[in-house]
């Protein structure tokens, strides 16, 4: 184990450690550890490589080519608890590996009707093994554009977390997101929102009387992603955590 600490230790991983327990948990054996220590040591997200990521308390199956669930983005799941009933319908649009809305149908008692989307068929096969437990279906296909027509106006919870980050912004991200991450989960356009206004336009049209949408923003863009939404006709306001570093913006159908 030193010598994998060590290893680690030389790339530049702050948490050596606690990487080499998890790395050793994931190996078959000594040849695969190696492999795998190889793949992080080359730059690779830690979750990438033993295959998973924590989120909420659960196991998130990801890998190579998917982009990775943030903790912060577990704020948005506590918003959403707050608003989801046993039974009710929750969409997560895009989806990535349906980290969001597996989170949200495992912590409601009773369960809920579970549906994910997403137009990256890479994330979905992950997305498919993540909300099965749940009896999650999954569409794939641009937002809106992804789902059946029977589940118009029925969506009691939508939760979002589409990429929000700039283009030009995408360089001074961290190596392990823009190099190993698919570019169509981080970048959000010229001002990063350009799939904030498209999902808040469409969204009334989806959502059931009295339905919620809750999207992931930074704090610095809340102000314009909350009146995306007040333009679409939803009742809307911003919610932000310093302890998540985390901004959500909530639109009430």
């Not at 184990?1 to 450690?17: D, H, K, P």
């Not at 912060?72 to 039974?87: C, Q, Y």
């Not at 279906?137 to 554009?145: N, Q």
């Amino acid at each position: 184990m030193g010598s994998l600490v060590e290893a680690l230790r030389a790339a530049g991983c702050v948490f050596a450690e606690e990487e080499a327990e998890l790395l050793s948990g994931a190996a078959r054996d000594e040849a695969h550890l190696a492999e795998l220590l190889a793949r992080r040591v080359g730059g690779e997200p830690l979750e990438h490589v033993v295959g998973w990521a924590e989120f909420c308390g659960l196991r998130m199956a990801v890998g190579a080519g998917a982009f990775v669930p943030r903790r912060r983005t577990e704020f948005l799941v506590e918003r959403a608890l707050e608003l989801v009933r046993p039974g009710a319908v929750v969409l997560d649009l895009c989806c990535g590996v349906g980290a969001l809305g597996a989170a949200v149908a495992a912590r409601t008692p009773g369960g809920v009707e579970l549906h994910a989307a997403d137009i990256d068929p890479a994330a979905l096969e992950y997305a498919r093994r993540n909300v099965a437990p749940y009896g999650g279906r999954v569409w794939e296909g641009d937002l809106y554009g992804a789902l059946p027509a029977g589940l118009r106006g029925r969506v009691d919870v939508l939760v979002v977390n589409a990429p929000y980050v700039p283009t030009e912004e995408i360089g001074l991200m961290p190596p392990e997101a823009r190099d190993h991450e698919p570019r169509i989960s981080l970048d959000g356009g010229p001002d990063g929102l350009a799939l904030h206004r498209r999902i808040a336009a469409e969204a009334p049209g989806w959502l059931a009387p009295g339905g919620h949408l809750l999207i992931e923003t930074s704090t610095r863009q809340s102000p314009s992603t909350a009146s995306s939404l007040t333009s679409a006709g939803l009742t809307t306001h911003a919610e932000t955590s310093e302890d998540w570093h985390a901004t959500v913006v909530i639109g009430r159908a």
